[in-house]
């Protein structure tokens, strides 16, 4: 939530317009200076992740202001075949999620671009250029390409993985890991009691990963200065991992043994009064039913149903096999 001033590039003198400061949809005055904007960005397949949003206001102003919008599309880092989590209610629709898509998406920035114009009324003037020779099953590490960190908190394909799970930490007092080396993969707090957590924590509660136990100090952000006992995520199989609902489970571990757990409180995002961990869930009913203990099996298979629209909805924007 840093945010970006506009500038002059000094090489080139031509103006940078900031999508992240006093506005995050572009407007006429901007696209006064061009034909086509060309979005060439890496996504990391995620529904909270922002790039998408800021993607979809460029579409809906190229619309307005007659111009074209060309989509270079680039991988999915966490492959293009799991899909996972519960679909966003549309009264949570926010900056962290603006469509009713679920939490890791399976679709790359350029089929996010087709399925949004069609399915969400947009209609601009729409182009992707495909990949050559990227494959839904593909990995990151799979695809030759160097990983350029899209974001401060993103610099590995590992965060990116665990990340659809754990940005949900965002939502509550526990670190994310944000302030350390390894966002997302480190999480914990002041308060976390290894001893109260490990009768919890069985490998097969989590299947593809391993949950290591740390002492961690953020730099900056939650708990800055102070030793945070927590764990470290080191995924070992990510065909068998699920981010999200592991991070759910954790989260149903953590208040079941610390009373010193607490969702933060709103705002969230400067603008919304919402609970910030209900628009990252992008639900207000999910939080109480892990606050009520309810079996997070049984809640996993109530949003099958939704997910399975979701894949029939997105399959005829699919560009790399089904």
């Known amino acids: 939530m840093i945010e970006s001033d506009h500038m002059i590039d000094p090489v080139s003198g031509i103006p940078v317009f900031s999508l992240y400061g006093e506005t995050r949809i572009p407007t006429q005055a901007m696209f006064d200076h061009i034909d086509t904007l060309i979005i060439d960005i890496q996504d990391v397949g995620t ?51 603006l469509y009713p898509i679920p939490m890791r998406h399976g679709l790359t920035i350029g089929e996010l671009a087709l399925f949004f114009n069609d399915r969400f009324g947009i209609h601009c003037d729409l182009e992707v250029i495909p990949m050559k020779g990227w494959k839904r099953g593909m990995g990151f590490d799979e695809t030759g390409l160097p990983w350029v960190a899209p974001s401060p908190n993103m610099p590995t394909p590992v965060t990116a993985l665990v990340y659809p799970g754990q940005v949900l ?70 065909s068998i991992y699920q981010p999200y609902i592991t991070t759910l489970k954790l989260l149903a571990a953590i208040i079941a043994t610390h009373p010193e757990f607490a969702w933060k409180q709103p705002p969230y995002e400067y603008e919304y009064e919402l609970m910030p961990i209900d628009m990252l869930i992008g639900d207000g009913q999910i939080r109480r039913r892990i606050e009520d203990g309810e079996d997070l099996n049984a809640l996993e298979t109530s949003w099958q149903s939704g997910l399975r629209d979701f894949m029939d909805d997105c399959r005829g924007f699919l560009l790399y096999g089904d």
């Not at 966490?78 to 519960?86: A, F, L, R, T």
């Not at 953020?218 to 080191?234: A, D, L, V, Y």
Request: charged share 20%; proline share 7%.
């Open 47 to 97: 529904r909270v992740y922002t790039f998408i949003y800021t993607m979809a206001h460029c579409m809906e102003a190229a619309k307005k202001f007659n111009k074209k919008i060309i989509v270079c599309d680039r991988p999915n880092p966490i492959n293009g075949i799991h899909v996972e989590g519960n679909c966003l209610s549309p009264e949570y629709a926010s900056f962290v999620g």
């Open 169 to 238: 930490l965002e939502g509550t007092n526990l670190s994310e890991g944000r302030g350390t080396t390894q966002p997302f993969e480190l999480f914990g707090a002041p308060f976390i009691r290894h001893e109260a957590l490990r009768p919890h924590l069985s490998e097969n509660s989590f299947p593809g990963v391993f949950l290591r136990e740390t002492v961690f100090e953020p730099t900056s952000n939650k708990w800055q200065g102070e030793p945070c006992c927590g764990f470290q995520i080191h995924v070992t199989d990510s």
